[in-house]
T-cell receptor, first 114, second 110 residues
Framework: EADIYQTPRYLVIGTGKKITLECSQT?????MYWYQQDPGMELHLIHY???????EKGDLSSESTVSRIRTEHFPLTLESARPSHTSQYLC?????????????FGSGTQLSVL | GQNIDQPTEMTATEGAIVQINCTYQTSGFNGLFWYQQHAGEAPTFLSY????GLEEKGRFSSFLSRSKGYSYLLLKELQMKDSASYLC???????????FGPGTRLSVLP
């Protein structure tokens, strides 16, 4: 079944560690996104990609980086985690064409940095 | 830039009808979307309006007026499972200008 997957679901890590949040989709979508969301707050776009080797920063400044080497894979990396990075990170994908902004979201990664 | 406003919270009774409003100001317009998000879960797509008027989908309907920068989501025959946040999202110029509003937290009471 076509879907979008995020791992890990929960992550607790110490300050200064390097972490990578994984996101994969099997829908063949060209567009992929990373959003950050604090509890009860709005979604903020931190990175997006329109295809392989294409990555852009979003509206919210972030110390994370992303890569898009394969269509289905869009990992997000924090080189040195800090408590201010504690948040939920949501990955999404969408197709091109008329329904380009119909986003399909993964289940999210809840990150806690101690 | 883009600005989207929604009420922060709403409360309604099971079986009733509720209307969640959304006003927006954007540079360009490609469409308006409504998403539902249950606590601790990812958003799921509900509806999409690109032209003025009402789009009906079962118990959910969404209305758009582009000249007024206004949309609403109408939920009929409310059920307890409809308790969630409802996010209004607008696509401005093609591509990256897709912005979510702050969301409206709806509580359905028995």
């Amino acid at each position: 079944e076509a879907d979008i997957y995020q791992t890990p679901r929960y992550l607790v890590i110490g300050t200064g560690k390097k972490i990578t949040l994984e996101c994969s989709q099997t829908m063949g979508h060209d567009k992929m996104y990373w959003y950050q969301q604090d509890p009860g707050m709005e979604l903020h776009l931190i990175h997006y990609s329109y295809g392989v080797n294409s990555t852009e920063k979003g509206d919210l400044s972030s110390e994370s980086t992303v890569s898009r080497i394969r269509t289905e894979h869009f990992p997000l990396t924090l080189e040195s985690a800090r408590p201010s990075h504690t948040s939920q990170y949501l990955c999404a994908s969408s197709d091109t064409g008329v329904w380009t902004e119909k986003l399909f979201f993964g289940s999210g990664t809840q990150l806690s940095v101690l | 830039g883009q600005n989207i406003d929604q009420p922060t919270e709403m409360t309604a009774t099971e079986g009733a009808i509720v209307q969640i409003n959304c006003t927006y100001q954007t540079s360009g317009f490609n469409g308006l979307f409504w998403y539902q998000q249950h606590a601790g879960e990812a958003p799921t797509f509900l509806s999409y309006n690109v032209l003025d008027g009402l789009e009906e989908k079962g118990r959910f309907s969404s209305f758009l007026s582009r000249s007024k920068g206004y949309s609403y989501l109408l939920l009929k025959e409310l059920q307890m499972k409809d308790s969630a946040s409802y996010l209004c999202a607008v696509s401005g110029n093609y591509g990256q200008n897709f912005v979510f509003g702050p969301g409206t937290r709806l509580s359905v009471l028995p």
